[in-house]
Every structure is written in C-alpha cells, then in structure tokens.
C-alpha cells in the first residue's frame, strides 16, 4: 500500500462517499481512500491514520456535516482539528456550497481550495490527480 495515494473523504452522505470512491478507483494513479460520516469521526480517523504511518495525502472535506445528525461539527471546525493534529494536512473542500461564505470560512480555516461539487466525474478525477501529483 506504500505506493498508493491515500485520500480520507469527509462526507455526512454515504451515497455522496460511495460516488467519491467509485470515481477515484478510476484514476491513473493507485488510490486508496478512507472515508468518515462526521467531522468527529473525520478528525479520529485522520489522527489514526497518521498514527498508523497512513498519512492521507489529501482530505475531501464536505461543508454541511451536522445535516443528517450524525455529528455536530460542520467541515470549518473539522478542517480547524484537523490542522491542529497536523499542521501540514492537505485539505479540499468539497461541496454544494462552494460559492458562500461558508466555503470562504473553510479556506480561512486553511482549507486549500474549494471542489464545487458539480463538477464532472472526468474532470473531479482530473483535479485530485493533479493534487495527488503535486502533493509529493
């Protein structure tokens, strides 16, 4: 597994974390990706992985975590823990809300960038191809 990109997906819709890893087992590069249902369980699994030697290379972070009850923390705070635990963590939002000022307050929060979730499949894969490179 060493010589595979690892990708933690953060998503409070299993049906959107299923589509996430379906479309990057697609990629050019070998993809591994972990995923989690909360900000909370986002932020432990993070902190595991990185104990583990599992380092994600990059994290996906939706914005709207607490929608369907799972957990209290929105992807801002998450993002916010995340950076705490590891000050190097590459993260990307990755939501409908991409053109608010909620997504302005993850990339505050140090979040790189903001995926707007509308993008296609081809050009999603693209993008996190490209992070993936450049994230050596």
């Known amino acids: 597994m060493e010589d595979k ?14 589509l996430i890893k379906r479309n990057l087992e697609k990629c050019s590069i070998p993809i591994v990706v972990y995923t989690a249902t909360s900000g909370e369980e986002g932020v432990e699994k993070y902190k595991k992985l990185m104990e583990s030697g599992k380092k994600p290379h990059l994290v996906l972070m939706d914005l709207n975590l607490t929608q369907w009850g799972r957990g209290k923390i929105d992807g801002v705070e998450a ?22 000022a909620w997504a302005d307050k993850l990339k505050e929060a ?3 960038d903001i995926i707007e979730r509308t993008i296609l499949p081809s050009e999603f894969r693209k993008l996190i ?8």
Request: net charge negative; charged share 30%.
């Open 5 to 18: 990109k690892i990708v933690l997906a953060i998503d409070d819709e299993e049906t959107m974390l299923e």
């Open 79 to 100: 993002t916010r823990q995340i950076l705490q635990i590891d000050p190097k963590a590459n993260i990307y939002g990755y939501t409908a809300w991409f053109a608010t």
């Open 110 to 112: 140090g979040a790189k």
């Open 129 to 136: 191809e490209d992070i993936l490179k450049s994230a050596d």
